[in-house]
């Protein structure tokens, strides 16, 4: 599905800051029962952030940490989202500052993890359209996920109203570059 998965792959198997994040995700992913949100959001996202790193002009190690830890704190927050961003944000920061990476990276990825339940088109630095346009394109195109999992609350029917509406709300938040790619991705799936 995603053009650069062979680059992506390999990446992560090999770059140590990529290694060690996908580690900590995976263990707290554990922790909160949470796998298949994992599998199916946090890894999917990187890979699009990856893909949309060219675009936005950002270097692809720092895209796809953005990517893998947009909604930690999903995770450290056993699966409340009101205010996962901060306690994301946060996270992120203490685990990169310990790893030794660069302190303005760091600013950057932390500042986008803050961003990232805003909207695209508003007057945000590229790291932060790319985390806002990745997780969108993630949510619409792995929508099957997000429906089963509301099918544990609620009906059929209230489950697809949902889904939709997040999907044209979701939509309208995107910039440009998101909804040329999203385009792009649907055209290829067809």
């Not at 339940?117 to 099957?144: P, T, V």
């Amino acid at each position: 599905m995603y053009s650069g998965d062979i680059e992506f792959e390999e990446l992560v198997k090999i770059n140590p800051i990529l290694v060690k994040s996908t580690q900590i995700i995976n263990k707290l992913a554990k922790e909160s029962n949470s796998i298949p949100f994992y599998k199916e959001h946090f890894i999917p996202c990187a890979k699009i952030c990856f893909e949309m790193s060219h675009i936005k002009k950002i270097n692809k190690i720092d895209a796809i940490l953005v990517g893998l830890f947009h909604d930690v704190g999903k995770f450290i927050l056993k699966g409340e989202i009101d205010n996962h961003e901060i306690i994301g944000a946060e996270y992120v920061e203490n685990f990169l500052r310990e790893n030794n990476y660069e302190e303005t990276k760091i600013q950057l990825i932390k500042h986008a993890i803050m961003n990232h339940r805003k909207n695209a088109n508003d007057d945000f630095d590229q790291m932060s359209k790319l985390i806002i346009n990745s997780d969108i394109i993630s949510y619409i195109l792995h929508k099957k996920y997000f429906f089963d999992y509301l099918l544990k609350f609620t009906n059929q029917e209230e489950a697809s109203i949902i889904v939709n509406k997040k999907i044209s709300e979701s939509y309208e938040r995107m910039d440009e570059d998101g909804k040329r790619m999203i385009f792009d991705l649907l055209i290829k799936v067809m």
